[in-house]
């Protein structure tokens, strides 16, 4: 596609339930990152995939946190028993190789 | 702290002044990027400036880069109500590590 595109672009769930976020790269973009945002603070590092290498997994918060990016394509961000601290947007972006990066437009996580 | 933190946290000026950000940082880098973020959502690719560079203009931003200090800094020149946004610098840790690393982000007001 054009640009990067993330859904649900709002997700309200209820403490306790499992949340699929997802993120469809810049088509032939062999980098994608996912970053978390909490209101009004900078971008926590989640994980970053490349190519068909391991991921780097070194920012994910805890167990309840997995993620996984399909044909070298679409990723899913999978939030296991969400915790009210896990409200934040969900940003994913990519590259191709280089250090810029396109962004999607984020997916608002709100656990009521 | 964290690598790039951008200073002050937030600026509010009238339209047609200028608006100065400041980013420093802790290690040696490639390059350094600025990038933009309305509404909470997804960032916008500014500009990217080489730490061989001492600066760069792209239309009405100018950036430059001291790596003796490890700092930098975005102007904004002839702001308009629609700079309006948060502004994250952003570096990788280390020149072998792959993923940015965005400060926690110059909240800009442009007062009509």
């Known amino acids: 596609g054009a640009g990067v595109s993330q859904s649900p672009s709002n997700k309200v769930t209820e403490k306790g339930k499992d949340v699929e976020l997802r993120c469809d790269p810049i088509?032939?973009?062999?980098?994608l990152y996912w970053y978390r945002q909490s209101l009004g603070q900078g971008l926590e590092f989640l994980i970053y995939f490349q190519g068909n290498s391991a991921p780097d997994k070194s920012g994910l918060p805890s167990d309840r946190f997995s993620a996984e990016r399909t044909g070298g394509s679409v990723s899913t961000l999978t939030i296991q028993r969400t915790q009210q601290e896990d409200s934040a947007v969900y940003l994913c972006?990519?590259?191709?190789?280089?250090?810029?990066?396109?962004f999607g437009s984020g997916t608002r996580l709100t656990v009521v | 702290s964290q690598q790039g933190e951008e200073d002050p946290q937030a600026l509010s000026i009238q339209e047609g002044e200028n608006a100065t950000m400041n980013c420093s940082y802790k290690t040696s880098i490639n390059n350094l990027q600025w990038y933009r973020q309305n509404s909470g959502r997804g960032l916008v690719h500014l500009i990217l400036?080489?730490?061989?560079?001492r600066e760069k203009h792209s239309g009405r931003l100018r950036v430059t880069l001291d790596t003796s200090k490890k700092s930098s800094s975005l102007l904004i020149t002839a702001s308009r109500a629609a700079d309006t946004a948060s502004y994250f610098c952003a570096t990788r840790l280390n020149q072998g590590a792959q993923k940015l690393v965005f400060g926690q982000g110059t909240r800009l007001t442009i007062n009509p």
């Open positions: 400036i080489r730490s061989n560079e």
């Open positions: 088509s032939g973009h062999t980098a």
């Open positions: 972006a990519s590259s191709l190789g280089s250090d810029i990066y396109t």
